[in-house]
């Protein structure tokens, strides 16, 4: 009966560490939960059990399959395998719990494989977001977590230890203990699979609340991280809604490629120079506009009021590496994916520099930080910028930050390659000091880090754009300013509020005429048809690409989220979490018909990364 005793105890000891997991979770971010009551947690506790037992399946395969071994043969080395195979399961378990406890403040959804993809890239990128002593911090408290997880481990199954000694006796009893085990063990399949239903266990089955954050509290990491690696093989046959002919009837109205022959709210000259500043984590809410925070980024304030500034434009997502993929390919980003780290896609990619290199423009990109983030450099090269700087052309004492050079001396180096370059040419600078952990060269009169960073890096842009004002190529030369994705502010970043997805964007330089608003609703997939058209370039490549200026087109704005996605119209703004199948946000006259729209939409982004860019990765 020891052997029993053991199966059950092992069992109940990955159930409870799941438990404990989540219990952990709320503790540590509990400012996240505090109009919660004891029974939500109860509830969280609860409806996270059924993934905390499929874990506990899993983790109890192997120990049930030495369990049987030992009715007939027992010897030390499978006392080492049991201690070993334990000591493995307990660094899983506490890897994951901790990582997803230290990264929710940060991205605000469970642990998936989205780390995978910025450490297979550039490992020092991934951690620098941290300052040191928090990774550190986080470091210690993974390595304590696997040792203390380890050692109630073997403690738990300590009786182990005295079935080393000789195998069970009698044949008879060897053959019925061996049944027993052998039966319990297939039974594992219940746990693992969540039932007998026809619905099997996913990260989804066990939302339960309202309150999204709840739902995450309630999911276990491991499980979502070892669901998010293991089903994203065949991008073609993810988000299937409907049959194919309903989701391209109700996806064509949704794009326009056609090139607009009337004149626009902006016209500019033949062979216009266009310089992009994506923003690292920018908002509308460190800006006066819209009655936010005032004297955070006065430059970025003045230049709204100085240009052409959109009142209504969102992100298509929440990282940054999917966000250059739809504001330089037009391409929406995907929930649970980065095409930027599948070469063999987005290499093949349409993109504004690849159109512009093609029609005579010399093509640059700029970044402080490792330009092999996340496959970035493969990326940019392939898809026609023809010069990339990043943090290895400075010298090492201009590297004073966790993510390389600051703004400061990298527009610098922008500006100064500018005043060399023959007309016409689109550079691209992609700004970093704004981003996590704010170690700024620089201190202003604002007490919060995060706050005086971006005060900083509105000082590098206002300084960029006097000094580029002054150049010859001013008057010819079209700057556009966008964010890549909001970041740390306002603070506690919900990814199922509307306001996470609202940026500013704005149009200046020379080329960029007389300062007024526009007030259509349009994203960043939509900068390279707007852009193209205004330079009067065919855009019609860039099949999810609108230009905003067009009033033949469709206006609204589609975003995604880990798994999840938004649509904004005229009409209807709505948020819908696929894990639930639940809206989580509905607001306006058609909630309904627009998540049709939306997950259409989606289908058929699938379909087209599938389909047209390649196969399975």
């Not at 896609?345 to 159109?355: D, E």
């Not at 952990?437 to 590098?460: Q, T, W």
Request: overall charge neutral.
């Amino acid at each position: 009966m020891r052997r029993i005793y053991l199966f059950f105890t092992v069992f109940l000891f990955w159930t409870l560490a799941g438990t404990a997991g989540k219990a952990a979770f709320m503790l540590f971010h509990s400012p996240l939960f505090s109009g919660t009551s004891p029974s939500d947690w109860l509830s969280v506790v609860w409806h996270g059990l059924r993934l905390d037992l499929a874990i506990a399946g899993y983790a109890t395969l192997l120990p049930a399959v030495l369990l049987v071994l030992s009715c007939w043969t027992w010897r030390r080395p499978l006392l080492w395998v049991w201690n070993a195979y334990g000591v493995v399961a307990a660094v899983a378990v506490s890897v994951a719990t901790v990582v997803n406890i230290g990264l929710y403040g940060y991205w605000g959804f469970p642990l998936d494989a989205t780390p995978l993809l910025y450490l297979r890239t550039s490992p020092s990128d991934a951690l620098a977001s941290l300052t040191l002593w928090q990774t550190a911090g986080w470091a210690a408290a993974v390595v304590a977590a696997c040792v203390v997880l380890s050692l109630l481990y073997i403690h738990a199954t300590r009786r182990v230890a005295s079935l080393s000694a000789r195998p069970h006796r009698g044949i008879a009893s060897r053959l019925t203990l061996s049944a027993a085990l052998i039966l319990l063990s297939a039974a594992l399949i219940l746990p693992i699979r969540g039932g007998v239903s026809t619905g099997t266990n996913h990260t989804g089955s066990v939302y339960f609340s309202t309150n999204i954050r709840l739902n995450h509290a309630a999911v276990n990491p491991l499980f979502c991280f070892i669901e998010s690696v293991t089903h994203q093989q065949d991008i073609a046959s993810r988000y299937r809604f409907m049959p194919d002919g309903e989701a391209s009837r109700l996806f064509t109205p949704l794009t326009f490629t056609q090139l607009r022959t009337d004149s626009a709210a902006v016209s500019v000259p033949e062979e216009t120079n266009v310089v992009m500043v994506v923003l690292e984590s920018f908002s509308k809410y460190i800006m006066t506009e819209g009655g936010h925070v005032s004297g955070i980024v006065p430059r970025l304030d003045r230049l709204a009021r100085e240009g052409v500034y959109f009142t209504r434009f969102y992100a298509n997502s929440f990282r940054t590496d999917r966000a250059l993929v739809s504001i330089l390919s037009g391409l929406p980003a995907q929930p649970t994916m980065s095409v930027m780290d599948l070469p063999k896609k987005s290499n093949a990619l349409p993109s504004v520099a690849r159109t512009l290199a093609r029609h005579g423009y010399d093509t640059s990109f700029y970044y402080g930080g490792d330009a092999d983030y996340s496959n970035m450099r493969s990326y940019l090269m392939a898809t026609g910028y023809r010069r990339i700087v990043s943090e290895t052309d400075f010298r090492p004492s201009e590297r004073t930050g966790k993510w390389g050079v600051a703004d400061g001396p990298l527009l610098q180096r922008a500006l100064a390659d500018i005043r060399r370059l023959p007309s016409p040419f689109f550079v691209t600078v992609m700004t970093g000091s704004s981003h996590e952990p704010f170690d700024v060269p620089y201190k202003s009169h604002i007490s919060s880090p995060e706050l005086n960073a971006f005060h900083y890096a509105d000082a590098c842009l206002g300084s960029f754009i006097d000094s580029l004002r002054r150049t010859p190529q001013w008057e010819k030369t079209l700057v556009v300013i966008l964010p890549d994705h909001l970041g740390c502010y306002p603070q506690h970043i919900d990814n199922y509020a509307l306001w996470r997805y609202e940026l500013p964007l704005l149009l200046t330089g020379g080329a960029a005429g007389n300062p007024r608003r526009i007030d259509t609703i349009c994203s960043q997939t939509d900068l390279p048809a707007t852009l193209l058209a205004l330079l009067g370039y065919d855009h019609s490549d860039f099949l999810f690409s609108k230009d905003i200026f067009d009033t033949r087109a469709p206006h609204f704005a589609f975003f995604t989220l880990d798994d999840g996605m938004g649509m904004v119209t005229e009409t209807t703004r709505i948020i819908h979490d696929n894990h639930s199948s639940r809206l989580v946000v509905s607001e306006g006259a058609e909630p309904d018909s627009t998540l049709r729209q939306a997950k259409a939409y989606l289908q058929k982004l699938y379909d087209y990364i599938a389909n047209r860019v390649g196969g399975k990765h």
